[in-house]
């Protein structure tokens, strides 16, 4: 058996960051071969991460960016267990990678986007790269979420609010993208941010949403004995008017803009078009927020402690 020198050890540190009880180990056990050693330290890494899938990652950023020539958009969310680690240089690096990835991939859902050619180091997949950081940064993390927009005829716009918080990617169909143009997209994301719709606009609701929410509405109107007095083609012209205001509100183009509540989003956009000379249309928008509908873990640090105790 070979013997394990500072200078073998020092030579591992420096290939891989690794702590220098770890390297001591790995040489230890693979007979001073460093190569052999970097293997052990990357499958003793893989075992530590998969023991981090137990932790729930509802922390993370929502990331958004554009091709050079800003017809293509990706939007991501990369998750961790804790907003510290989020605001983690490393990290964000990595999430600022994996939208890169994201930019030029085939996949159509995160499973098969994990099993691509990571496109920095071929010889691994996007799954090897999260797994080898979950062991560097120490904890769960989980590639969520992406989506790709693509306008040919336009322009992709993006924002970023609260240092990853909320993510917008919004593509935009014009016939002048100038400075101005692109301000006003911008704007848009910005609404799309504070006002969370849900819709582009009235023809994308579905019917089912219609047919529920009216449904609330005539119960509610079952439960007013003032309404009940009313005529039913009144009530009825009520019941219609109520769901095309709460569809304003879900609507994107139909929200009241929120830098001038004098119009809507549409009206906003029409006069950015009249004073550019232009066509403008906004064709489709992603929103991501960091955790949402992800349930997250209340822990109870005192038993924890007490636990390892024990």
Known sequence: MAAVTAALV??????TGSGMMDCKKALGATDGDIDKAVEWLRENGLMKAAKRNEKIAAEGV?????SDDAKSGVIVEVNSETDFVAKNEKFQGFVADVANQAMNTTAADVDAFLEEKWAKNPSQTVKDVLTEQIAVIGE???IRRFAKLTEND?????????GGRIAVALAVKSTVVNDAVKEAAKNVCMQIAAMNPEYLNDAEVPQEYRDHEMDVLKAQVANDPEMAKK???IVEKMLIGRLNKELKEICLVDQVYV??????VQKYIDSVAKE???EISLVKFVRYETGEGIEKKQEDFAAEVAA???
């Open 10 to 15: 020092k030579q591992l540190r420096e290939a």
């Open 62 to 66: 929502s990331f958004a960016k554009t």
């Open 140 to 142: 769960n993390m989980h």
């Open 154 to 162: 336009g322009f992709v716009e993006t924002y970023i609010h609260g």
């Open 231 to 233: 005529p039913e083609n």
């Open 259 to 264: 830098k001038d509540s004098s119009m809507s």
């Open 276 to 278: 550019n000379g232009a």
């Open 308 to 310: 390892q105790i024990k």
